[in-house]
């Protein structure tokens, strides 16, 4: 499966513990999604675009209105990386 370096970067931080939470408007459609660390940072290259790619491979899914997780898939397509603090 191809996946961009930017998915790639979002994935791993999903894999580490991070979420994509979405905000919706008063007709229910989707106008922002912001993706978060396991420590609380935001994500800066997590954009909309990125999101929809990723939702559409069913790399990422939520679960009873949650925020987005990685899915078993998506644990597999991610390619190791080194976490450097």
């Given at each position: ?7 790639q ?11 994509i939470r979405?905000?919706?408007n008063?007709d ?13 940072y ?10 929809k790619?990723l ?12 925020p ?8 597999t397509?991610?390619q ?6």
């Open positions: 499966m191809n996946i961009s370096k930017q998915e970067r979002v994935l791993h931080t999903l894999a580490m513990g991070g979420e979405r905000y919706l008063e229910g459609k989707l106008t922002e999604i912001t993706c978060f660390t396991r420590e609380g935001g994500l800066s290259n997590c954009t909309m675009d990125t999101f790619k939702k559409n491979k069913k790399l990422i899914s939520s679960k009873g209105g949650r987005y997780r990685i899915t078993p898939l998506g644990a397509s991610a190791a990386q080194m976490n450097q603090r």
